[in-house]
């Protein structure tokens, strides 16, 4: 197949130069280009407006009788800042060639002094140009698995729709899309089979709608919608049942078949919502997927105006978030995990808090989510690990030899290269012994696991650094990971442990695991033990570590210290004798 004609718009109000550059071209590279005449700009804008797709390049007249050539070259390069603009003039020398080069024109033409040849390299070499930096915004602002738009595409698209949207009186709907159970087809068939998944969904997601409207990837399994243009809401809704209608036929990838599954927030702008924003049109479609898979997935919801509430509560968090990160309000507490046979205390978590001035105290799931939406969670997850271990190195000398620290790490952390060359220096720095740092890693951060980060935790390894999987069990991957990974230890998800007292599937998994452990040589702990009958059962059980309110809450660096110096009496002591189980030692 030949390749498409490259489309030259020449704006110039003299048809007969508009004819002399067409045959000198056709002379040169006949049938390379397509040339477009618009005797004025604003017949070029007017044109330009209803257009598919811009034109690849511009030549302008910059000598106008009225002065005006130099600020429509000035429109132009603002209208189209990826496609290059080249001025003209009608002699050598113009005066306004060095203001149009000057303004951004990446070449000038003098007619008088044009040849077929020096016209046609002029223009191959602005179309080379052209086509590497469309190349490199491509790489840029498409995702590379699917081509899809991504975040910033569709956060700038979503600006001008509601500025085209207030003119045309016509609406904007945004569709967000969570993938339901995304991580399942991963963990059951392997990673090749999700990439295929999502690059048969992003196909199916753009068949779905017109070729006006944008389809993102926003990153693993959410994708987002822009439709514009819209005569009534219902079209939205009609978009949304399009979508649904897709999750009822298997889709065959490979020797696999995956039952595909999607929630969907749908919010809308209207001409008279004028108090809506961007800000506010992905905040309520964020909230109205939340509430799609609350409510049993696979369905989509419509923002209403009786969850704006929720939609404040979420726009002053950001910002309050962004304030706290600016002032520091980000602290650590440190939440001690105690040995099964005497409660002493053989590890510290450091647990990440924020310390809101007018709340007080705030935990980690309030804040997590938007901290994760916001991009800052490479950035936080790196002032844990840096502080801990500041923190950590200070205790050193009043903390027995054999006590570590755990660190969790977030796969924003890891899923940029040199993590491991970071955590060294941040030992070094703190003057802490690899030996002594625990890593904690979700089945989320290992899912995302590549050789060049298998190769990283190898090295961590090589110099003594330890690694756990945090709350492990719940996924379906989890005994698959101890195999590729360099895993020291496990720990028992607070869901099971509520369970153990009732509930004899989830006993005999936590059997199962503290069994596992053993036999592999690794530590196990139990989080989330809250009372005295958690402790009976999980002693019964195997005897884990053990973390939780009913032995010790997260506490501050100076609590920490007192706690060191009166050498650590056991919080425990309340409801042990209770509980049967007795300290040894």
Avoid at 124 to 131: N, Q, S
Avoid at 367 to 393: C, D, I, S
Avoid at 475 to 480: A, N
């Amino acid at each position: 197949m030949s390749n498409p004609k490259r489309r030259i718009a020449v704006i110039d109000a003299s048809a007969s130069d508009f004819l002399l550059l067409c045959e000198y071209l056709n002379l040169e590279v006949p049938g390379r280009y397509g040339c477009l005449h618009f005797p004025d700009f604003a017949t070029f804008t007017a044109k330009l407006a209803t257009m598919a797709t811009a034109p690849d390049i511009v030549l302008l007249d910059c000598e106008l009788p009225d002065g005006s050539g130099l600020e429509n070259l000035r429109h132009a390069l603002e209208m189209l800042p990826l496609t290059p603009v080249i001025g003209m003039s009608e002699q050598m020398l113009s005066s306004v060639e060095h203001e149009a080069l000057d303004l951004g024109a990446s070449h000038f033409l003098a007619k008088d002094d044009l040849t077929p040849r020096r016209l046609a390299h002029i223009i191959a070499v602005a179309d080379a140009g052209e086509r590497r930096v469309r190349n490199l915004v491509e790489r840029a602002h498409f995702d590379s698995l699917t081509g899809l738009a991504n975040r910033n595409v569709l956060k700038d698209r979503i600006g001008h729709a509601l500025e085209r949207c207030q003119r045309s009186k016509e609406s904007v709907a945004l569709l967000l899309i969570d993938l339901d159970d995304f991580k399942r087809v991963n963990d059951s068939f392997g990673h090749d089979v999700g990439d295929a998944y999502l690059r048969e969904i992003s196909k199916s997601l753009r068949g779905a709608v017109r070729e006006s409207d944008t389809v993102a990837r926003l990153g693993g399994d959410e994708f987002a919608i822009l439709l514009e243009g819209l005569r009534h809401s219902e079209q939205a809704i009609q978009i949304a049942v399009k979508l649904l209608d897709l999750t009822n036929t298997p889709m065959k990838l490979g020797d696999f078949s995956v039952q595909p599954g999607m929630s969907i927030g749908i919010s809308l702008f209207q001409p008279e919502s004028s108090r809506f924003s961007a800000e506010w049109l992905q905040k309520a479609a964020d909230v109205a997927l939340y509430r799609a898979k609350e409510t049993g997935k696979n369905r989509y919801f419509v923002y209403t105006d009786e969850m704006d509430q929720q939609i404040v509560r979420n726009l002053d968090l950001d910002r309050a978030i962004r304030q706290a990160l600016q002032k520091k309000e980000l602290v650590l507490h440190y939440q001690p995990i105690v040995s099964p046979g005497s409660f002493n205390i053989v590890a510290f978590e450091a647990l990440l808090r924020w310390q809101h001035p007018q709340r007080g105290l705030i935990g980690p799931a309030e804040f997590l989510p938007a901290l994760e939406k916001l991009g800052f969670m490479y950035q936080v997850g790196n002032f844990v690990l840096r502080e801990g271990l500041r923190q950590f190195g200070r205790w050193q000398s009043i903390l027995d030899e054999s006590i570590v620290l755990h660190i969790n790490v977030s796969a924003a952390q890891l899923s940029h290269s040199g993590f491991a060359d970071m955590v060294r220096a941040e030992l070094e720095a703190a003057g802490v012994r690899p030996g002594r740092l625990v890593l904690e890693l979700t089945e989320t951060v290992l899912f995302e696991g590549t050789p060049r980060l298998q190769n990283e935790f190898a090295e961590l390894e090589g110099i003594g650094v330890r690694f756990v999987i945090d709350d492990f069990g719940t996924g379906y991957g989890s005994y698959d990971y101890l195999k590729h990974f360099p895993i020291h230890g496990i720990k028992i998800d607070k869901h099971f442990v509520d369970a153990i007292g009732h509930n004899q599937i989830d006993c005999a998994i936590v059997r199962s695991i503290i069994g596992l452990a053993s036999e592999l040589n690794f530590d196990v702990t139990a989080e989330g033990i809250e009372t005295p009958q958690q402790l009976k059962k999980l002693c019964e059980l195997g005897r884990p570590n053990m973390q939780g309110f009913l032995f010790h809450r997260p506490q501050s660096a100076m609590a920490v210290e007192q706690l060191a110096s009166e050498r650590w009496p056991a919080r425990s002591a309340i409801g042990l004798a209770a509980s049967g189980v007795e300290a040894a030692g």
